[in-house]
Antibody
Framework: VQLVESGGGVVQPGRSLRLSCAAS????????VHWVRQTPGKGLEWVAV????????SYADSAKGRFTISRDNSKNTLYLQMNYLRPEDTAVYYC????????????????????WGQGTLVTVSS | QSVLTQPPSVSGAPGQRVTISCTGS?????????VHWYQQLPGTAPKLLIY???NRPSGVPDRFSASKSGTSASLAITGLQAEDEADYYC????????????FGGGTKVTVL
């Protein structure tokens, strides 16, 4: 199982950036996948999750309206489109596989993250 | 402020036992949702350490153990080793938030 993020970099406030996460070693389309971020020297913050077929999403309040999570199961790739970036979005962004999580009529039932990427650093600064 | 509360730091001498608490509420741990633990070594991504309250993934030494009771959970490291110096995070599910995943603020374990 391997997850490899890319797309991070330095961006000015108000601009956009798209992160990618390439998955391999497992059947990508069978799993919920998430984005989790970690600000420098701080703890982990969940950002977003997407259903196995890509039709359902959920976001942290800090990401709602600005970030969009998506996936392309034919390419085994997860994405995070980040718009209107703010300095407080500066963080290492990880993609993570959810083992046991699912989506049902009650919404997302996330479970635990059994595989993480190495992370990609996003720096929002003028 | 994290939804799950952990002590910022704990320390112990090699060979000692240390514990890390993770305190939640009736909407997460107290509602019966499982607790999971992650270890983050310096400069690396988090790694799953304990899942579903008490279970160790293959390859995790048995000196790591965990438990859950009421609105809290705890992680214990017995026979502390220098390589255990890392940040540890608990994680659970919360049924009241827009997102369902919640983390603790993390605990830095220092081996004296």
């Amino acid at each position: 199982v391997q997850l490899v993020e890319s797309g991070g970099g330095v961006v000015q406030p108000g601009r956009s950036l798209r992160l990618s996460c390439a998955a391999s070693g497992f059947t990508f389309s069978h799993y919920l996948v998430h984005w989790v971020r970690q600000t420098p020297g701080k703890g982990l913050e969940w950002v977003a999750v997407i259903s196995v077929d890509g039709t359902k999403t959920s976001y942290a309040d800090s990401a709602k309206g600005r970030f969009t999570i998506s996936r392309d199961n034919s390419k085994n790739t997860l994405y995070l489109q980040m718009n209107y970036l703010r300095p407080e979005d500066t963080a290492v962004y990880y993609c993570a596989r959810d083992n046991g999580g699912y989506y049902d009529d009650s919404g997302f039932q996330s479970y635990y993250f059994d595989s993480w990427g190495q992370g990609t650093l996003v720096t929002v600064s003028s | 402020q994290s939804v799950l509360t952990q002590p910022p730091s704990v320390s112990g001498a090699p060979g000692q036992r240390v514990t890390i608490s993770c305190t939640g509420s009736s909407s997460n741990i107290g509602a019966g949702y499982d607790v999971h633990w992650y270890q983050q070594l310096p400069g690396t991504a988090p790694k799953l350490l304990i899942y579903a309250n008490t279970n160790r993934p293959s390859g995790v030494p048995d000196r790591f153990s965990a438990s859950k009771s009421g609105t809290s959970a705890s992680l214990a490291i017995t026979g502390l080793q220098a390589e255990d110096e890392a940040d540890y995070y608990c994680q659970s599910y919360d049924n009241t938030l827009s997102g369902d995943v919640v983390f603790g603020g993390g605990t830095k374990v220092t081996v004296l």
